[in-house]
């Protein structure tokens, strides 16, 4: 056969209790998003040769295999929120909007910049350390160069006493924890079609232990790319079962 296939690719956690064994086990599956450049499997394998020592030459007179591995590699243009947090080996959580009464700023000089606690900021009020405190007034002592970004800039601050403190409201907003998981366990369920033939097949994956795989270019003029990357693990479910096999099964028109 010669393949060439594209297909939507879901994702979901194995769970060996609330899964069922016809479907990989898999629960909470979602269909990530479609414009994905490679799902691939790289198969690889330790080896120790065994010397003969009739001959005198210590020839190869078997081999035993000593260790063998498969990872899962994919490839994501267009992704959401949760595969963002997965990327970067982190936790995503809501954060409710709120108001804030007196974010301390370091101390700054004219021509300094400060970037708030939160973003997507609204009725901001910055004032200064005196006894009696004086409000900084706005496109004289400071500029607020992104409300989105929760970014103010100092043009002029006088006599004015630091530090200073802000107080503002900020919308409901997204958050990342970065880089506090070492991998994320995920399974994979491929819905494939052969564009050469038009087959059509699925390839099941349980368990992957993902990471990131390569860099996430935040500052580009092209597309960015997630790339993940992970072992594939060990299913003790499938051990005996000739249908699924501890790893992956591959099914459908492809095979048949």
Known sequence: ????????????????TLGQAASGYLVNMTKIGCANSKLSVTLSRSTKDIKESCSGNKLTIAQIE???????????VEFDKKMLAYALGGTL???????????????????????L???????????????????????????????????????????????????????????????????????IVYQGTNSQDGKKYKVIIPRISFGMDGEFNWLSTEETTISLKGQMLYVDKYAND???????????????
């Not at 959580?93 to 400060?114: H, K, L, M, N, R």
């Open 117 to 187: 606690k939160y973003t997507d900021v609204s009725s901001l009020v910055i004032t200064d350390s005196t006894g009696t405190p004086v409000t900084l007034t706005l496109g004289t002592n400071y500029t607020l160069d992104s409300a989105e970004h929760g970014l103010v800039s100092f043009v002029s601050l006088g006599a004015l006493i630091q530090p200073f403190k802000a107080a503002y409201t900020y919308a409901a907003q997204g958050n990342i924890v970065g880089f506090n998981k070492a991998a994320v366990e995920k399974g």
């Open 242 to 256: 000739t249908v699924y096999g501890p790893f992956m099964r591959v099914s459908g028109g492809l095979v048949t």
């Open 66 to 76: 000593t260790e063998k591995s498969a990872e899962a590699a994919l490839d994501m």
């Open 1 to 16: 056969m010669i393949l060439v296939s594209q297909g939507p690719i879901y994702m979901g956690d194995y769970n060996a």
């Open 93 to 115: 959580s809501a954060i409710t909007g709120s108001s804030v009464t007196a974010e301390v700023f370091p101390t700054v000089a004219v021509g300094d910049t400060v970037s």
